[in-house]
């Protein structure tokens, strides 16, 4: 059973930044497709940001192009999210996701869909105030 355990989520002004990370103990995210979704009150899970297994690959979200970028670090076995430029629209708690060899899926934009992706973090919250 994979773990997925969330950090870096908080407080943070309109304009600020934050780093989310992601990461596993026990075993490796090598094989794994990587993605970042969200969920505000009242509205479904999206997808952010997904990763391929050899960080070739990105896709993100129209509402964070350009200002989101993420990212793997193999030898940590974590995946990261770099947020700039936050608005208060991005407010959420922000999900950790993996795809067992899903790399195929940010090409045809299943990597958006929450069904796709056999283990999720629990979830940490991101709130940007204005």
């Known amino acids: 059973q994979l773990q997925l355990v969330e950090s870096g989520g908080g407080l943070v002004q309109a304009g600020g930044s934050l780093r989310l990370s992601c990461r596993t103990s026990r075993y490796t995210l090598d094989t794994y497709t990587m993605a970042w979704f969200r969920q505000a009150p009242g509205k479904e899970r999206e997808g952010v940001s997904s990763?391929?297994?050899?960080?070739?690959?990105?896709k993100y979200s129209d509402s964070v192009k350009g200002r989101f970028t993420i990212s793997r670090d193999k030898a940590k076995n974590t995946v990261y999210l770099q947020m700039n430029s936050l608005r208060p629209e991005d407010t959420a708690v922000y999900y950790c996701a993996a795809d067992l060899f899903g790399d195929e899926k940010l090409n045809d934009g299943r990597w958006t869909q929450t069904n796709q992706y056999d283990y999720w973090g629990q979830g940490i919250q991101v709130t940007v105030s204005s």
């Open positions: 990763i391929s297994t050899y960080a070739d690959f990105t």
